[in-house]
């Protein structure tokens, strides 16, 4: 269960070397924090242009565009010695006025944490820093087990069920029946987390999904020689494993076929499958390994037959070399199986990178920004356009801002790509923003969405208002964005058929399946004869929602205080503030109550008007000893659902 690629703690180590660079002190900014403006830097139109944005108040490690066309970033202690005890921080951005308009804070460091996108567009985050190499006993950097979503309609961030253990690096991506896996990551005690969980959205919690097919098991900080690591042990039975040895943030992607690949960084490729939790070989790519490198899921067609391509493109070496690589290789499932794609190489980029962001633009063509030619050294500011249907690569104009380790990139409705962040060294980030506007917003007349579009469900239909509906040869849809170091486990584009035209829509295919576009927001654009796209709208593409009376118990879940925990306070009467959370995917929440042992039950306080996703309640307790906390919620039908935690109070005097 070994990992062949250089080290993060090794590669940490490289990146704090890095502070002797002329960037000095705390959270520097290299550009002054009220400008706002943009800045067209000169370049070929065809090939796009650059103009600078604002300064960022926190660096942008984990991005993700919401559906309101805002942008949450994430970064919690940022990567900095001086905030590794807080505040932890994340910030709504709105980029259509330049302006941070939010400031968050979380009670955990969510540094270095998991993040994508959920289908009712709230933003699911998980694991994230235990404790920093430097503050740790072992000098390990370890993982925290928290997990927050944020609330895409009221813009906040609230703290949800806990997973099994720690993940400091973990993967996460979006599941065709909405459920959100969990891959890898450092424990608590700095040790490779081997388990797969799963997130279920309605009823905001995790459960561990075991190899069908084999026996691995993984036992907590099994490493570590601190009191309480090496227990417990999961899996180590027949029929259930857990799963193999995979990098820190694998490159997981889900395929048309419903398997997740395994695209990377290490040589070996694995599917696996959601339904048995079978993780099956799948070959080797060409390349050694492709540390930090680029993966990406090629454009698909909304077809039955598509079985998709993915490509690969720079990275670092195996051991304990560090020159990045300009190698690209294709994976093509469509010339082989759902299970062994073809791999062969294709045409090397001009340059050679590693953490570079890839963006799938809305005219299919694979956009990479930013990276060095080293370990964090050596800024590649030249980006590269890869077309898939010739498999050639292009040039495009110099970006201005050098975009290091912990940089990330989105796109947005307008068609510009934001480009932000990165960290030089563990005492510095990189605070301005800069915009890439691409070629086709300087190529002609865009055609337009005039409305909202009527969305069908899976293998329907989707009419999109348009007056241009004569000029409009392609539709594309692209899913909203959530990256977190350099990749995005959802990124996806599919081209949607044109199926009929009036004067004022189009019609077009509604993706076949959730395979193929898993549930969740996607923007969509129409595009002209000359490949121009409109401004996107966007839009939701889910699973028809079921009928039928409600009959089944809503979720309740106890946050804090946790199971067996020890409350001291004054014999005069123990303060005991709990919070929990309450969902129910029918009939929705009525309300929730609290009560302590056998006392009558009291209506708790719900986090706004109809939304008992989060709610808090305190009373008093009077007599020492062990006593229980029970919730109990009710859904508009009059289900019930109760869940109680022990707990015991001391007197502090």
Do not use: H, Q
């Given at each position: 269960m070994s990992d062949n690629n250089l080290s993060r703690?090794?590669?940490?180590?490289l990146l704090g070397a890095g502070a002797a660079m002329a960037f000095v002190g705390k959270y520097v900014n290299l550009m002054d924090p009220n400008q706002t403006s943009l800045i067209p830097k000169a370049s070929a139109l065809s090939s796009g242009s650059w103009s600078l944005g604002p300064n960022l108040s926190f660096p942008a490690i984990h991005m993700a565009l919401v559906k309101s066309g805002k942008v949450v970033y994430v970064a919690g202690s940022g990567y900095h010695a001086a905030t590794q005890s807080g505040p932890f921080t994340g910030t709504l951005f709105d980029p259509?006025?330049?302006?941070?308009?939010k400031q968050m804070t979380f009670t955990d460091d969510v540094f270095c944490c998991g993040f994508n996108q959920l289908e009712n567009g709230n933003i699911l985050v998980t694991g994230g820093t235990k404790d920093y190499d430097t503050s740790q006993p072992e000098g390990k950097w370890t993982g925290a087990n928290c997990a927050y979503e944020f609330d895409a309609n009221t813009e906040e961030f609230y703290k949800v069920t806990s997973m099994a253990h720690g993940r400091w690096y973990p993967t996460q991506i979006t599941l065709p029946d909405n459920k959100t896996a969990v891959f890898s990551g450092l424990d608590e005690f700095g040790d490779r987390n081997y388990l797969v969980e799963i997130y279920n959205p309605i009823f905001k919690n995790f459960s561990i999904k075991y190899d069908s097919g084999s026996s691995l098991q993984y036992c907590v900080g099994s490493t570590s020689a601190l009191p309480g690591a090496g227990t417990p042990c999961y899996g180590g039975v027949a029929g259930k494993g857990v799963s193999?040895?995979?990098?820190?943030y694998p490159h997981m992607i889900l395929m048309p076929s419903g398997l997740l690949f395994r695209a990377g960084p290490e040589s070996t490729l694995f599917t696996w499958n959601p339904t048995n939790g079978r993780w099956l070989n799948a070959g080797s790519m060409n390349s050694t390994a492709r540390g930090y490198g680029t993966s990406v899921l090629l454009p698909l067609s909304n077809t039955a037959a598509e079985r998709g391509k993915i490509l690969l493109a720079g990275g670092m070496p195996s051991g304990a070399e560090t020159q990045a690589k300009n190698s690209a290789e294709i994976l093509d499932f469509n010339a082989g199986t759902d299970q062994n794609p073809t791999i062969n190489y294709t045409a090397s980029m001009t340059y050679a990178r590693v953490y570079a962001n890839p963006i799938i633009l809305p005219n299919g063509k694979i956009a990479i920004f930013g990276g060095t030619t080293n370990p964090n050294t050596n800024p590649q500011l030249i980006p590269?356009?890869?077309d898939p249907l010739t498999n050639t690569w292009s040039v495009l104009p110099t970006a201005t801002v050098p975009r290091w380790y912990h940089s990330s990139a989105l796109l947005l409705p307008d068609g510009r790509v934001m480009v932000a962040s990165g960290t030089p060294s563990r005492y510095v980030y990189e605070p301005r923003v800069e915009?890439?506007?691409?070629?086709?917003?300087?190529?002609?007349?865009?055609?337009?969405i005039s409305?909202?579009?009527?969305?069908?469900?899976?293998?329907?239909?989707i009419v999109i208002p348009t007056p241009d509906e004569s000029t409009i040869t392609s539709v594309?849809?692209?899913?909203?964005a959530s990256i977190t170091h350099h990749f995005d486990n959802d990124m996806r584009m599919i081209w949607l058929q044109i199926q009929s035209s009036t004067s004022s829509s189009v019609t077009v295919s509604a993706p076949l399946n959730a395979n193929l576009a898993p549930p969740g927001y996607y923007m969509i654009h129409v595009l002209n004869s000359?490949?121009?796209?409109?401004?996107?709208?966007i839009i939701k593409i889910s699973n028809p929602v079921s009928g039928g009376p409600d009959t089944t118990a809503p979720y309740v879940g106890i946050l804090t205080p946790s199971a067996r925990a020890v409350i001291v306070g004054p014999s005069s009467g123990v303060t005991v503030n709990v919070t929990g959370t309450a969902f129910d995917s029918q009939s929705g929440i009525q309300d929730v109550k609290v009560a302590f042992d056998s006392g009558a039950p009291t209506t708790a306080i719900q986090r706004s008007l109809g939304d008992w996703s989060a709610w808090s309640f305190s009373g008093t307790i009077n007599t020492l000893g062990p006593h229980t906390i029970k919730a109990i919620a009710t859904d508009n039908q009059g289900n019930k659902a109760t869940t109680s935690v022990p707990i015991t109070i001391f007197f502090s005097g």
């Open positions: 703690r090794d590669f940490l180590k259509a006025t330049n302006t941070e308009v193999p040895g995979i990098a820190l590269e356009m890869f915009y890439f506007s691409p070629g086709y917003l300087f190529d002609g007349p865009r055609p337009t409305g909202t579009p009527t969305v069908g469900t899976y293998g329907g239909t594309s849809l692209v899913r909203i000359t490949g121009i796209p409109s401004i996107a709208k």
